[in-house]
C-alpha cells in the first residue's frame, strides 16, 4: 500500500488533533504509507475552508455525506458531536471506509452497536479514541500487571476529575443536552476510565452508581461554539446530563474498584489516574506526570516502598518519540500513537489497539450507571 486517503468529518478541536496526528505520523512511524488529506467536512460556514488552507487537505465541505460518496477516499476521522456519531460511523463503514472515531461513540450502546455492525458487515477496520491506554506509563503497569508483578489485583481507584465545565458562564452547548451529548461526564470523562479498568484490569461483572447535576441552569449561546466557550447574557437553559459520576464495580477477576469522573470540580485540571492494589504490589499513574508511574514491588509486603519509575524507550511507544526517560511526552503524541494503530490496521488488515468492541463494552457500563442511579442497586454486565 503506497498511500491512505484520509478524511476528517467534524473539524472542532478534535477534528485539528487528528489532522495534526495524521501530518506528524511519518515523521514517527516513517514504515507507514504515506497519509494524504483528501477532505475536511464542517457544517459552520468557512470552518472547513479554514482546515483546507491552514493543514492542506484537498477538499472541504459543509456536508459530510460528501465524503461518504467520495469513493477515492479510504480512510475518515470521525470527530463530531456525539448524536452525530451513530449517523456518520454508519454512512463512512457502508461506504467501505475504515473509520477512526471518538469516544463514545453515540449516546448509548444501541447506538455503539450499530456502528459495530456497520463495520463488521462492510469488512473495514475502526479504532476509537481511547487515547490513555496508549500512554508509555500505562503500557508499563499492563506489563506489570500481566506479568503477575502486583499478585492478583484485590482493589483500585481511577479518577477523571476536570473544570472544563465548572465556570457557571460556559455556554449551554450540545455537551449538556441529553438528546445530543448523552450522559454528559459519563460519555465524556468515565468512558475513558472504564475503558482504562477494562484494558488494565479486565471486564466489569456488575457495578452501582450515582451521579448529580451541581450547575442546574446555563446560558445559550448567540454561534457556533468550539471547545468549552462562554456565554453570559442570553437565555438560560436546563442542564440535562450529569456533571458527576461515581461508581463501585466488581470485576470478573474477583477484585473491587471505584471509578470517579467530574467536569465541574474546581482547582482540578485533567486529574486523570489510577491506583491498583495487588497482593504482591501496586502501581500509581497520573496523566498531570505521564511519563512517570510509581511502583511498589518486592515481598515485603508491609512497609514496601514506592519508587517513581520515569519510563523510557523499552516502554511501549516510547522510543518513537523520545530517546531517553524523563523526556517529556504530551497529549498529542497519544493521538499519534492512535493513528499509528489505525493505519497499521488498515495496512494489515488487523485490529489494532482499542477498537469499536471496545466502544460497546463502554457503553454497556455507562448504561448500566444510568439503569444503576434510576433502580438505585446493583447492574449485573455480564
Request: aromatic share 8%; net charge negative.
Amino acid at each position: 500500500m503506497t498511500g491512505i486517503s484520509v478524511a476528517v468529518a467534524g473539524f472542532g478541536w478534535m477534528g485539528r488533533v487528528h489532522t495534526q496526528a495524521y501530518l506528524r505520523l511519518r515523521q514517527h512511524y516513517p514504515q507507514l504509507p504515506v497519509i494524504r488529506l483528501a477532505a475536511v467536512a464542517d457544517e459552520v460556514p468557512g470552518r472547513g475552508e479554514e482546515a483546507a488552507d491552514q493543514f492542506g487537505f484537498e477538499a472541504f465541505t459543509q456536508d459530510w455525506r460528501d465524503i461518504a460518496a467520495d469513493p477515492a477516499i479510504d480512510a475518515v476521522s470521525i470527530t463530531a458531536p456525539n448524536f452525530l456519531h451513530r449517523e456518520i460511523g454508519v454512512a463512512m463503514a457502508e461506504a467501505g471506509k475504515h473509520i477512526w472515531i471518538e469516544k463514545p461513540v453515540g449516546l448509548s450502546t444501541e447506538d455503539a452497536k450499530a456502528v459495530a455492525a456497520a463495520v463488521s458487515k462492510a469488512g473495514v477496520q475502526s479504532t476509537v479514541g481511547f487515547n490513555y491506554r496508549n500512554a508509555p506509563a500505562v503500557a508499563l503497569a499492563k506489563s506489570l500487571i500481566d506479568s503477575g508483578e502486583l499478585g492478583t489485583i484485590t482493589h483500585s481507584r481511577f479518577r477523571f476529575l476536570s473544570d472544563y465545565a465548572a465556570h457557571p458562564e460556559g455556554a449551554l452547548s450540545w455537551r449538556y443536552e441529553r438528546e445530543r451529548g448523552g450522559a454528559g461526564v459519563l460519555g465524556d470523562l468515565a468512558s475513558h476510565g472504564i475503558d482504562l479498568i477494562r484494558h488494565l484490569l479486565g471486564d466489569v461483572d456488575a457495578l452501582v452508581a450515582d451521579t448529580a447535576i451541581f450547575i442546574p441552569e446555563r446560558a445559550r449561546p448567540s454561534a457556533a461554539t468550539s471547545g468549552h466557550a462562554r456565554a453570559s447574557g442570553g437565555e438560560m437553559g436546563a442542564v440535562e446530563n450529569e456533571d458527576f459520576v461515581s461508581a463501585l464495580l466488581r470485576l470478573g477477576s474477583g477484585g473491587r474498584c471505584t471509578l470517579e469522573a467530574c467536569r465541574v470540580a474546581v482547582g482540578e485540571q485533567n486529574n486523570y489516574g489510577f491506583e491498583i492494589h495487588g497482593t504482591k504490589g501496586a502501581v500509581f499513574w497520573d496523566y498531570r506526570r505521564m511519563g512517570e508511574l510509581g511502583t511498589s514491588l518486592g515481598s515485603k509486603y508491609q512497609d514496601q516502598s514506592v519508587t517513581t519509575v520515569l519510563v523510557g524507550p523499552e516502554s511501549g511507544e516510547f522510543g518513537r518519540f523520545q530517546p531517553g526517560a524523563a523526556n517529556a511526552m504530551g497529549y498529542d503524541d497519544l493521538k499519534v500513537i492512535e493513528a499509528r494503530n489505525f493505519v497499521s490496521s488498515i495496512v494489515d488488515g488487523a485490529p489494532q489497539g482499542a477498537t469499536i468492541a471496545d466502544a460497546v463494552a463502554s457503553a454497556q457500563a455507562l448504561d448500566a450507571m444510568v439503569a444503576s442511579v434510576s433502580s438505585g442497586g446493583w447492574i449485573c454486565l455480564g
